[in-house]
């Protein structure tokens, strides 16, 4: 079952812009990640942040984590071209085994 | 270093034909190993995953069927192919023993049903 749902669906930017992408889920969890999928391609994890985490940064992301609100937001500061991707948050629901995925949100980064 | 294969890159098969999909990983044991489906501009579904030799956890009741014969193998499979079986579909495997662990991806298959 689709534990995320990612918002906006598509998001279109200028290069140099930041670029917001928040998830919802529904159950609780033990951890929230984001993954990146160029097109036709597999996923690469970019963040993994914990239930008892509330903010983590990786270069240029930065991921919030409310499990009060059950939401995540994902910034991409300075984007750049190459950011152009989908991009996907997953949780566990609680079982710390299966991810499931939302349905992602489509970012493009204009030059 | 940890290495997951998956093949084949694409697969066209007419509909009523059997289906494998093979997917290994090396460099690492006893892995979590999973198979997602995603259908096209969608998200990834989750159809089967697996936490040891033998364990199969089924996500959607379907038309596909999962096995692991060995700790580092995964294999997808279907008797008879239906038109709604085609997507791309992702083999992925995170490390076991931990829930805070990322999931490794392989590049996929993209399968059409005709």
């Known amino acids: 079952s689709q534990q995320g749902e990612e918002d906006p669906q598509a998001l279109s930017i200028q290069e140099g812009e930041n670029a917001t992408m928040n998830c919802s889920y529904k159950t609780s969890i033990n951890n929230l990640q984001w993954y990146r999928q160029n097109s036709g391609r597999g996923l690469v994890h970019l963040i993994l942040?914990?239930?008892?985490?509330r903010e983590k940064h990786s270069g240029r992301l930065r991921v919030t984590l409310d499990t009060s609100k059950k939401s995540s937001s994902l910034l991409i500061t300075a984007s750049r071209a190459a950011d152009t991707a989908s991009y996907f948050c997953?949780?566990?629901?609680?079982?710390?085994?299966?991810?499931?995925f939302g349905k992602g949100t489509s970012l493009l980064v204009t030059p | 270093s940890q290495t997951i294969h998956q093949w084949p890159a694409t697969l066209v098969q007419p509909v009523g034909s059997p289906l494998s999909l093979e997917c290994t990983v090396e460099?690492?044991?006893?892995?979590?190993l999973y198979w997602y489906r995603q259908a096209a501009g969608r998200g990834l579904q989750l159809l089967f995953y697996?936490?040891?030799?033998?364990?199969i956890s089924s996500e959607v009741p379907q038309n596909l069927s999962a096995s692991r014969p060995q700790d580092r193998q995964f294999i997808l499979s279907s008797k008879k192919l239906l038109l709604s079986d085609s997507g791309f579909y992702l083999c992925?495997?995170?490390?076991?023993?931990?829930?805070?662990?990322?999931?490794?991806f392989g590049q996929g298959t993209r399968l059409t049903v005709v």
């Open positions: 942040i914990r239930s008892n985490e």
């Open positions: 460099g690492t044991s006893n892995p979590n």
């Open positions: 997953a949780t566990d629901g609680g079982s710390g085994y299966a991810l499931n």
């Open positions: 697996s936490v040891g030799i033998g364990q």
């Open positions: 992925a495997w995170s490390f076991g023993g931990t829930i805070y662990t990322e999931a490794f």
